[in-house]
């Protein structure tokens, strides 16, 4: 079974126009966990429509971005029912003190401060799908 094919790998969708960025998270992700694959956009347009597309069980957004901020994608995967209960972890290198509040009204389920730990990163994205799978079992 070629890779990306796997029903039992989870993919976690980055939306970040910085491509360092998004390697050391994919990085982050893989070694930490085996059953994840990961996939990325660059921009917010792309990753919302990747996000339809690929419908991944997570997505990590960054927040600065060009044309369209994370806070904007976010609402738009929020108000779309193909990826309203998508979980969003948004990352930011910002000081912004209320960052937290923005991150969660526009829909998040957690937000990190860049540079982040790499297992604060993969403990948000473990409780992410977990509440994911949690909602699954309510809903069956």
Not at 69 to 94: F, N, Q
Not at 116 to 140: F, H, P
Request: proline share 5%; charged share 30%.
């Amino acid at each position: 079974m070629s890779e990306g094919k796997d029903p039992a790998r989870k993919k976690i969708l980055i939306i970040d126009d910085e491509e360092d960025l998004c390697l050391l998270a994919a990085h982050a992700l893989t070694m930490e966990r085996t059953d994840l694959e990961v996939i990325n956009a660059r921009d917010g347009l792309s990753g919302i429509q990747r996000a339809k597309t690929e419908q991944p069980a997570a997505i990590i957004l960054d927040v600065m971005m060009p044309k369209m901020d994370g806070y904007e994608v976010c609402r738009r995967l929020k108000a779309d029912p193909t990826t309203r209960d998508i979980p969003v972890v948004m990352l930011t290198a910002s000081s912004d003190p209320h960052l937290s509040q923005k991150a969660f009204e526009a829909g998040a389920v957690a937000c990190l401060t860049k540079p982040y730990q790499r297992g604060t990163l993969v403990n948000c994205i473990d409780m992410a799908l977990a509440s994911v799978e949690r909602a699954r079992r309510r809903s069956a």
